[in-house]
């Protein structure tokens, strides 16, 4: 599910019998549940809303749901080899990192398909 860029996941409890989700792309902990799937989205909607409405009050910048920003630590030797295949293959450290992410992603969603 997604709603003003924020994208929930949910599961179904079998203990309780209902769904319950939470907003995963975010630090902060938003969570909702329903006991139909109609009401999970409603309210997965309904905690979005009540985060913003809550940071506005409170005079907080919301989280965005990711920058596009992220800092990554590799092993020296690692670090080392992929700038230079980056650079063997003209483009950027990062157009490199990205290509590979990119591509790790593309053969994990085609596996679980």
């Excluded at 769904?19 to 409603?42: D, M």
């Excluded at 809550?54 to 020296?76: H, L, T, Y």
């Excluded at 591509?103 to 398909?113: H, M, N």
């Amino acid at each position: 599910m997604m709603y003003k860029g924020y994208i929930g996941k949910a599961a179904f409890d079998e203990e309780q019998h209902i769904f319950t989700g939470e907003v995963i792309n975010t630090r902060t902990v938003i969570t909702f549940q329903g006991e139909s799937v109609k009401e999970l989205e409603a309210e997965f909607k309904v905690s979005v809303d009540d985060y913003l409405e809550w940071c506005q009050a409170d005079g907080v910048e919301p989280e965005k749901p990711f920058s596009g920003k992220i800092n990554v630590r590799f092993q020296p030797e690692l670090h080392r080899q992929a700038s230079i295949a980056a650079k063997l293959q003209g483009i950027s450290l990062n157009t490199f990192i990205t290509d590979a992410v990119n591509e790790k992603i593309r053969k994990t969603v085609q596996a679980s398909v």
